[in-house]
């Protein structure tokens, strides 16, 4: 295998840079001991009360729902409600104008057959296994354990 290098130890020292001092690393390594206390300590005040803010607009986010805002106009909330459900209603007439008759047949279909894929079926019935014989057969076989009556003596 070629190498780049000469060999040298002196160059190959100059290529990977000066060692550090010995202050630079007690300095490092004070820095590094104060880093990890201060990680150790937790959080100050001033970040937990940033972090409880961040959280707080984090998880209404999720929750924007007009009810839950403070200062909420209930009669603006109802007409906002309103306004949605008729967009709602003109979006589905026009899915209905726009489409052919055998699509919307073939598209309910599918929603029927999804429908009872995963409500309607009945689980699959199982046999039931006996752990002795059925009571008729208890009874046969009972009746086959019997003693034949005598016969009648014949008469002579």
């Known amino acids: 295998m070629p190498t780049t290098g000469s060999g040298d130890p002196a160059q190959s020292e100059e290529m990977l840079g000066h060692e550090p001092s010995t202050t630079e690393v007690e300095e490092w390594a004070g820095r590094e001991r104060a880093r990890r206390q201060a990680w150790l300590n937790g959080p100050n005040d001033a970040e937990k009360a940033m972090w409880v803010e961040r959280e707080h607009e984090r998880r209404s986010m999720h929750l924007d729902s007009p009810l839950r805002r403070t200062g909420a106009n209930p009669s603006r909330v109802v007409q906002r409600y309103m306004r949605e459900f008729q967009l709602a209603t003109e979006g589905a007439v026009s899915l209905l104008l726009n489409m052919s008759v055998s699509d919307a047949f073939d598209k309910l279909v599918q929603a029927g057959r999804d429908w009872?894929?995963?409500?309607?079926?009945m689980p699959p019935r199982r046999r039931r296994v006996a752990m002795?014989?059925?009571?008729?057969?208890r009874d046969k076989s009972a009746s086959s354990a019997r003693v034949p009556t005598p016969a009648e003596p014949p008469s002579a």
Do not use: G, L, N, Q
Not at 116 to 121: G, H, N, R, V
Not at 132 to 137: K, M
């Open 116 to 121: 009872e894929d995963e409500f309607a079926t």
């Open 132 to 137: 002795e014989p059925e009571r008729s057969e």
